[in-house]
Every structure is written in C-alpha cells, then in structure tokens.
C-alpha cells in the first residue's frame, strides 16, 4: 500500500508563490507516476500536473509556464512549484500516485489508486 503525505500550500497573495510537497512510502516498484490534482468547492477535481519515472512531464493548460512539477525518486518525493498565484488556483491540491498510469494521464479524468488527504491553498486577491 502507498501512501502519500502532502504538506506546504497555506494562505498567499495573488502574485505570489507557494510550493508543495508529497512524500511517498511504500512503492514496491520503481516505475511509477505521480501527480498533483486540486478541487476547488463547487467544482470538479482536476489535474494539474504530473510527472512519472520515464522522465514524462504533463501540465495542464493552466498551469504552463506558472507550475513546475517535479519527482526526486531518490526521495521518493513529488514537488510543485506555483507562481503567479491567482485567486482561481485557490483549491484543495491533491498528490497521487499510480503504478500504471504515465504523465500524459495526469491530466484528466483518470483515476489514480493512490491518494493523498490534500492540503488547502488559499490565493487572495
């Protein structure tokens, strides 16, 4: 069973930065991909970012060139770097982690079996 610890996130002005961090335990495999989902209230969750162990990178629209997802595997610990917040990324940002799925699938509407309990970034203007 993986599990996955998510800390970082908190309150940050619209402009500013925040980052992220996932640290994984109990992978019995080297090949794996994880990746960042956020939900904000009212809405549906969706991907933000993902990145897997062949090296794939995957961002949403959105996050391009603000966002940078990152995986040290030695750690076994996924990174997100966000810039230029604004107050539409406020959410809940969730890291996941699957043994079969690659970066191309974080995004979008596909389930991953591993997941963490999310932690709450709050963006004002």
């Not at 062949?54 to 997802?69: D, K």
Request: hydrophobic share 35%; charged share 20%; aromatic share 12%.
């Amino acid at each position: 069973h993986v599990e996955l610890v998510e800390s970082g996130g908190g309150s940050v002005q619209a402009g500013g930065s925040a980052h992220l961090s996932c640290v994984a335990s109990g992978f019995t495999s080297s090949r794996y991909c994880m990746a960042w989902f956020r939900q904000a209230p009212g809405q549906e969750r969706e991907g933000v970012g993902g990145v897997d162990t062949e090296g794939r990178i995957n961002y949403a629209w959105y996050a391009e060139g603000r966002f940078t997802v990152s995986l040290d595997t030695a750690k076994n610990t996924l990174s997100l770097q966000m810039n230029d917040l604004k107050p539409e990324d406020t959410a809940v940002y969730y890291c996941a982690a699957d043994y079969t799925r690659t970066a191309v699938q974080a995004i979008g509407n596909w389930d991953f079996d591993y997941w963490g309990k999310g932690t709450q970034v709050t963006i004002s203007s």
